[in-house]
C-alpha cells in the first residue's frame, strides 16, 4: 500500500459520445510515482477515459465528460482551468508517432517556447538537449537536429514525441498504444524509457500487450464496457485477478 496522496483522482466519471455512453462511473486514482496500465477489449473505452485525465475529450464534438477529475486536488474541469496549460502539464503521447513536419530541434523547442519556458537561446538548446537525453534519443539525433523529425524511424519518432512531451515539464505523461506501431526492438527502447521515467512523471500507458504491461506497470486498470472492472497492484491483476471478467480477458479468452 501506498499512501502518498495520488497524483490524480478521477470520481464517478461518465463521458457521452451523443447520446451513446462510453464511459460508466468510472472513480480511480493515479499514483504519483508508478506505472499506471490501462488494459481491456477494443473498444471498452481505454482512450476515452484517458483523454479525460487532460479534457482532450473537448476537442471531440458531442463528446461530454460528467464527475470530477483533479490533479493534486485542484478541479482540472473547472472553469478557471487553463486547458493549454494543463495539456502541458499532462502531455500525451499517442498510438501512431506525429511529429510536426518541423526539424528535430523544433519538434522539442516549439512547446517551451510558447509556454515562455526558455530565457534565452541557449537556455532553449539546453532544454531540447535535456529533453532528447531523458527520452534517449540525444545520441542519435545530436548531429542532425536540424532535419525534419518525419525522416527518423518509427521508434525514434516515438521517442521524440516523448521527448516534445518532456520538454514543457510535464506532470503526468498519458500514452495511448505508444508501441502498437512498434517493431520489438523499438518496442523495448520505449518500455526501457518507461522505466527510467518512472518516479519523475506519474505515468499512465494504455496497452493490449499484457506482457508490456505486466513489465512496465505497478498498477493495471482493466476496463470492460466502459466500466472499471478491476484496479490494483499489477502483480495481483495479472496473477490473482478478483473478477472473472478480469480474469477471462487476461487469459486470452476474449478480447
Ligand atoms: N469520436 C467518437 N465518436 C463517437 N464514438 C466514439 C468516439 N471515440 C470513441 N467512440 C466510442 O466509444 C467507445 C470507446 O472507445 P475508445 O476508443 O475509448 O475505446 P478503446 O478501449 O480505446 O479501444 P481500442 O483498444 O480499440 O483503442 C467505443 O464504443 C467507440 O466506438
Ligand atoms: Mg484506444
Do not use: K, M, V
Given at each position: 500500500m501506498n499512501h502518498i496522496a495520488p497524483k490524480m483522482t478521477a470520481t464517478g466519471v461518465n463521458v457521452f459520445y451523443g447520446r451513446k455512453q462510453?464511459?460508466?462511473d468510472v472513480s480511480i486514482d493515479v499514483p504519483r510515482e508508478d506505472v499506471t496500465a490501462f488494459i481491456g477489449p477494443?473498444?471498452?473505452g481505454k482512450s476515452t477515459f484517458l483523454r479525460t485525465l487532460n479534457r482532450m475529450?473537448?476537442?471531440?464534438?458531442g463528446a461530454r465528460v460528467e464527475g470530477d477529475v483533479r490533479m493534486d486536488g485542484e478541479d482540472i474541469y473547472a472553469r478557471s482551468m487553463d486547458v493549454v496549460q494543463l495539456r502541458a502539464r499532462v502531455g500525451m503521447v499517442f498510438q501512431k508517432p506525429n511529429p510536426f513536419p518541423k526539424s528535430i530541434f523544433e519538434n522539442v523547442a516549439y512547446g517551451p517556447r510558447i509556454h515562455g519556458l526558455a530565457r534565452s537561446k541557449a537556455d532553449l538548446t539546453q532544454i531540447v538537449e535535456r529533453s532528447l537525453t531523458r527520452a534517449g534519443l540525444w545520441n542519435e539525433v545530436k548531429d542532425r537536429l536540424s532535419e525534419s523529425g518525419t525522416a527518423l524511424s518509427g521508434g525514434q519518432q516515438q521517442r521524440l514525441c516523448i521527448a516534445r512531451a518532456i520538454a514543457v515539464d510535464p506532470e503526468v505523461i498519458l500514452m495511448d498504444e505508444p508501441c502498437s506501431a512498434l517493431d520489438p526492438i523499438a518496442t523495448a527502447k520505449i518500455e526501457e524509457l518507461i522505466h527510467e521515467l518512472r518516479g519523475r512523471y506519474a505515468i499512465v500507458i494504455v496497452t493490449h500487450n499484457m506482457q508490456q504491461a505486466a513489465r512496465v506497470s505497478q498498477r493495471t486498470a482493466f476496463f470492460h464496457l466502459g466500466q472499471l472492472v478491476e484496479y490494483g497492484d499489477t502483480s495481483d491483476i495479472f496473477t490473482n485477478p478478483r473478477q472473472d471478467r478480469t480474469k477471462d480477458y487476461i487469459t486470452g479468452r476474449y478480447g
Open positions: 462510453a464511459i460508466r477494443s473498444g471498452c475529450n473537448d476537442t471531440i464534438p
